[in-house]
């Protein structure tokens, strides 16, 4: 099956700053790739879809400003959390798909605002 | 809107018995309709789909579903339960358009014991 890769697996942060996580297709070209917040013991929630050379549609109550993302490549999309604080910690998880197939998903990031 | 639910927070079984673990949904239109496992701190891995055809999915490691239209269902099942299938269960909806957002459903704990 297809491989979705995303990086750093786990980081910790300080209040304030930011962090970029990354998210790669690896043997496919990602047409649409998603990111995903999910809370402890809870479901995913879509964050935002994007596609590769345009704006990031992001889902009702997603602050746009604070969670931005990238989607230059076909293989790769990042999302960067600015100004973080601890409400932000949060496992995050990419999803990618080319057309015709289901989506693939990253095997996550864990979020740690200290 | 589309929604899903997945009744049961845990399902218990004993190793070797049959498991079943439910998922209902609502969508405008025909859905696209999915189960994932996720194992802790890992992202989500793709088991099965049922996008058109016959009734009866099979996916991944023994795991079926079986797509019913008039209840609505789309219950995940496997004949014989093994230890290692413990992990958090997603059932997840899609419609038949471009966008291919994925609701998920709130997941189900799986608890295989020996």
């Known amino acids: 099956g297809a491989v979705v890769s995303q990086h750093p697996s786990r980081v910790i942060c300080k209040s304030g700053t930011s962090v970029k996580i990354e998210c790669r297709s690896l043997?496919?070209?990602?047409?649409?790739m998603f990111w995903y917040r999910q809370f402890p013991k809870q479901s995913l929630m879509l964050m935002a879809t994007?596609?590769?050379?345009?704006?990031?549609?992001?889902e009702q109550g997603v602050e746009k400003d604070k969670f931005l993302i990238n989607h230059a490549s076909l293989t790769l999309s990042t999302l960067t959390v600015t100004s973080a604080h601890p409400e932000d910690s949060s496992f995050y998880i990419c999803?990618?798909?080319?057309?015709?197939?289901?989506?693939?998903f990253g095997q996550g990031t864990r979020l740690t605002v200290v | 809107a589309q929604s899903v639910a997945q009744p049961e927070d845990q399902v218990n079984v004993a190793e070797g018995n049959p498991l079943t673990v439910k998922c209902t949904y609502s969508?405008?239109?025909?859905?696209?309709l999915f189960w994932y496992v996720q194992y802790p701190n890992r992202g989500l891995q793709f088991l099965l789909k049922?996008?058109?055809?016959?009734?009866l999915v099979k996916g991944s490691y023994g795991f079926e579903a079986e797509f019913n239209k008039s209840q609505t269902s789309f219950h995940l099942k496997k004949p014989s339960a093994l230890v290692s299938d413990s992990a958090l269960y997603f059932c997840?909806?899609?419609?038949?358009?471009?966008?291919?957002?994925?609701?998920f459903g709130s997941g189900t704990r799986l608890l295989v014991r020996p």
């Open positions: 999803s990618a798909k080319r057309v015709g197939t289901e989506a693939f």
């Open positions: 049922y996008i058109t055809g016959d009734n």
């Open positions: 969508v405008s239109g025909n859905p696209y």
């Open positions: 043997d496919f070209q990602a047409t649409t």
């Open positions: 997840a909806v899609t419609r038949m358009d471009s966008s291919y957002k994925l609701i």
């Open positions: 994007s596609n590769e050379g345009s704006k990031a549609t992001y």
